[in-house]
Nanobody
Framework: QVELVESGGASVQTGGSLRLSCVVS???????LAWFRQAPGKEREAVAS????????YYTDSVKGRFAISQDIAENTVYLQMNNLKVEDDGMYYC????????????????????WGQGTRVTVSA
C-alpha cells in the first residue's frame, strides 16, 4: 500500500516558479513515480516521471527545460520544480506511484500507476 501527499500548489504569474512536493508513504526505491496534471475541461496528461532509486527521469515535450523532477531518498519525497510557468501549465497536479509493480517510467502509461494523491492546484495567470 502506498499513500501520497502533494503540496506546493499556488497561484503565480507567467514566468514564475513553484516547487511541488510529493511525500511517499510505502515502497520507494525501484518504483515509478509520475506527476500528472489536468487542466479544466482537458484530459489528464503526464508531465514528468522518475524511476526512484536509480533516478532516471523523463519529461513530456512541453515542459522539457522548464520542469525538473527529483527525489530525496532520505525523506521519501519527490519534487517537481517548475520554472518559467506558462498559462498552459495551469491545472491540478497529481503525483502517482506504481507501487511494487512492474513499471516503465518512460512510457507515461497512467494504467501503471496504482496509487494517486489528492492533487494540488497550480494556477498560472498572465
Amino acid at each position: 500500500q502506498v499513500e501520497l501527499v502533494e503540496s506546493g500548489g499556488a497561484s503565480v504569474q507567467t514566468g514564475g516558479s513553484l516547487r511541488l512536493s510529493c511525500v511517499v508513504s510505502g515502497p520507494f526505491a525501484k518504483t515509478c513515480l509520475a506527476w500528472f496534471r489536468q487542466a479544466p475541461g482537458k484530459e489528464r496528461e503526464a508531465v514528468a516521471s522518475i524511476f526512484l532509486g536509480p533516478g532516471m527521469t523523463y519529461y513530456t515535450d512541453s515542459v522539457k527545460g522548464r520542469f525538473a523532477i527529483s527525489q530525496d531518498i532520505a525523506e521519501n519525497t519527490v519534487y517537481l520544480q517548475m520554472n518559467n510557468l506558462k498559462v498552459e501549465d495551469d491545472g491540478m497536479y497529481y503525483c502517482a506511484s506504481s507501487g511494487v509493480n512492474i513499471c516503465r517510467a518512460f512510457e507515461f502509461d497512467a494504467s501503471e500507476y496504482h496509487y494517486w494523491g489528492q492533487g494540488t492546484r497550480v494556477t498560472v495567470s498572465a
